[in-house]
Each structure stands twice: as structure tokens, then as C-alpha cells.
């Protein structure tokens, strides 16, 4: 990957999948998943009964599909996904 020539503006961003080194399946080439950021509220109540409230953030899935790095992570491959650096909607501009 090091050696490897990219365009103005590009970078690799590469993950490796939750497991040891031996097991992982291989590397491929990626697109970027999507994820939705949540906030639940979770009602607890305390040693006195008194309620309090819980805030917890995590990450939904949304695209898992095949040939993404999220669907790659699952099945423990390591992803290398090449991103651009402009994130403008040049479509709105």
C-alpha cells in the first residue's frame, strides 16, 4: 500500500477486523458503509428508588452490503477503502 501511487486529494483509509492475526480472511478493496449515530435515553432508578436517566450513544448499521468495509470487518477481512479529501455536494453548489 505504501508504495502504491494516488491521485491529489486521496488517501486509503484501512481497518482490520476484530481478531487475531491468523484468522484473518484476506484484504480487499472497499467502499465506505454507512452508519446512523443514536442517543437512547435509558429511565434507571436509583438505591433510593429515585429515578435518573441514562444517556448511551452508539452506531446503527445501515449499509452491511457486500463490497463495503463494514460488510468486510464482518467477515474479518481487513478493508482498504480510498477516500477524497472534498466532502462538498458539488450536486447543490
Not at 14 to 31: I, Q, R, S, Y
Not at 47 to 62: Q, S
Not at 64 to 79: C, E, H, I, P, Y
Request: charged share 25%.
Amino acid at each position: 500500500l505504501v508504495a502504491t501511487p494516488l491521485p491529489d486529494g486521496v488517501l486509503l483509509n484501512v481497518n482490520f477486523p476484530n481478531c487475531l492475526p491468523e484468522e484473518v480472511a484476506g484484504t480487499v478493496v472497499t467502499t465506505q458503509g454507512k452508519l446512523v449515530h443514536s442517543l437512547w435515553v435509558d429511565e434507571r432508578r436509583d438505591g433510593r428508588g429515585l429515578p435518573y436517566y441514562w444517556l448511551r450513544f452508539g452506531r446503527e448499521p445501515v449499509e452491511g452490503k457486500q463490497g463495503t468495509d463494514l460488510f468486510a470487518l464482518r467477515n474479518r477481512l481487513v478493508s482498504v477503502t480510498p477516500l477524497q479529501l472534498d466532502l462538498t455536494a458539488h450536486e447543490i453548489r
